[in-house]
């Protein structure tokens, strides 16, 4: 089983949506995880980064991670246009602090 | 601003040649990162480096090599282009130990004919 799963998508969601993107983890050690944005043609940004179990918000975002069930969400409220690109889950764990990345997903917000 | 650079944004090259791609960050980092990101596998670490002329495996290294004679620079080597290697290749970096956000590259579309 991958570390990091994510469905791929794609999702396509009208502008002002409330978007929901979920990934899995296997291993229970994580405690930290990381969510990237990629924009089409350009490096991965983070975005965000939680600790260990509970919700972390920044403006419209907020990331949260359930360490009984090794789900781990980022949630758009206000979905905007700017918003679509692809969405990267990441743990950190392993040595020198390594990312496992999840596949991403893609994500359309239409005006 | 951190600014992580790569060589080039695209690069067509045959079968068999050596490719060298470049990568270089301004920020002073310690560790920096060689990915590549394939549609449907998404982004897997090919080699890192935590210090000058040190390097470990990650997840895929088999076919590539790297090389980092200054911290500010880390090179990604394929001795022998193969087509299963067209990909987009994507350098990171990431100051010190612990956790810590990685800085990419924009990323260089690599074409194997």
């Known amino acids: 089983q991958k570390e990091v799963e994510q469905d791929p998508g794609p999702l396509s969601v009208p502008e002002g949506a409330i978007v929901s993107l979920n990934c899995t983890y296997s291993n229970s050690a994580f405690q930290y995880f990381m969510w990237y944005r990629q924009y089409s043609r350009k490096g991965p940004e983070l975005l965000m980064y939680?600790?260990?179990?509970g919700n972390k918000e920044d403006g419209r975002f907020t990331a949260q991670v359930d360490k009984s069930s090794k789900y781990i969400s980022l949630f758009i409220r206000d979905s905007q246009p700017s918003d679509s690109a692809t969405y990267l889950c990441a743990k950190v764990g392993g040595s020198n602090y390594k990312l496992t990345f999840g596949k991403g997903t893609l994500l359309t917000v239409n005006p | 601003d951190v600014k992580v650079t790569q060589s080039s944004r695209y690069l067509v090259k045959r079968t068999g040649e050596k490719v060298f791609l470049e990568c270089v960050q301004d920020?002073?980092?310690?560790?920096m990162f060689w990915y590549r990101q394939d549609p449907g596998l998404g982004l897997r670490l090919i080699y890192f480096s935590y210090d000058v002329k040190m390097k470990e495996k990650g997840d895929i290294p088999e076919g590539y090599s790297v090389s980092r004679e200054k911290k500010e620079r880390f090179s990604l080597i394929l001795e022998s282009a193969s087509t299963n290697q067209t990909s987009m290749y994507l350098c990171a970096s990431s100051p010190g130990t612990g956790v810590s956000e990685q800085f990419f590259g924009p990323g260089t579309r690599l074409t194997v004919l």
């Open positions: 939680t600790y260990s179990s």
């Open positions: 920020m002073d980092h310690e560790n």
